[in-house]
DNA sequence: TCAAAAGTGTTAATAGTACACCCATGA
DNA sequence: TCATGGGTGTACTATTAACACTTTTGA
């Protein structure tokens, strides 16, 4: 029917890289990889593109089938495409970030697949070119957060102003003068503060929450 | 060998879309679509991936051999993998934009190939997704226009201001103040004076040139 | 002589950066 | 009472935006 039956067909896999916030620092979802090649090796999130499924679908599932997670931010990054990138076969990979919300991931799914948690400043040596593809995402998800309200999806519903500025401060990699931030975040519309207060600390702070 | 025999190939093309500058406008490179489906509709320039060569390759390839350019500024767009993207088979596109220099590239493959330039604020409708990938790629490269000499890429080696200012204007779709454009020029240390002259306007025009 | 494009400065508004002290409270 | 984190304002600097006239010269 089509003209294509004389071009080669590929393995198409996706990587996911989920980061979350957690006790003060931006973190990356990883596991061991399941099978050969590198086998055991430390690995981004991922699988392979079924025939019945949009690319984008495919991050999806992969999402829930690790996470439980639906309805994430999400965003593609790019497609891998170096012949050797894979020692085993030749995959294509395409790569996407998600951004969630630590406190609502299953914890059952995370010990079936055995995921943890790794500090994205401190990521071990992972399978193939994966550290590759959390440079590029960190760096993505810098650029947004200057003008999306991405925090959203990394943070509780209700959040101290000291938190959301250690988030700023731990994507940016950089440290943040409170006043200027405060004013910042005060100018945003998309945040907003609430009568509550989150008392673990002894003065109390107010809690804010995205619109 | 390895684990993935159970998991489903695809066919993978490269879509490319070829940025020039031409007669004041920023065009984008079409042809027609040479095999079904889609046979005779506008498309991109494309090809599908090679099992010896990189993706990466892959789109210098097809660039090369659509204009005869090497060496050409070119970025990764994104992958598109909807399942019925096209309709004849699934494939899934990896898509590149480049920024050429009209002069330099090859009417001859022109001719060979039918392409056309249009412009890219009248794109005729293209098949498939390749609509989304044009728009999708304008956005992208006047978020880098900011930032980045990529003009050097679509101008001749001199170039006089009125030029670069159209260039700029054309790309990111809005009339920028003369004298304020010019400053802006002069306080990037990546253009500079030369002491060479356009004729082609009755007082005459200092040309310019990227470093 | 005049049409056409080249060239040139100043001011106002906005955004960003630097900086230090008082407050409320639980232990 | 004091240690802890919460909360606040001002001055300076850099960047961006708005705005109009003179110059040169080929036709």
Redesign the pocket.
Known sequence: MTAYKSYPKFYVSVDCIIFGFKDGRLKVLIHQRPYEPGLGEHSLIGGFVQTNESVDSSAKRILKEFTGLDNVYMQQLAAYGEVERDPGERVISVVYYALINVDNYDTHLADIHKTQWVDVDQMPTLCFDHNDMVQKARHMIGENI?NQPIGSNLLPRYF????LQTLYESILGTSI????F???I??KDYIQATNL???S??????LYRFK
């Open positions: 200057k101290t102003l000291s938190l003068d409170k006043r200027n405060r004013r910042a005060s100018e207060v989150d008392r600390s002894r003065r109390g702070a107010t």
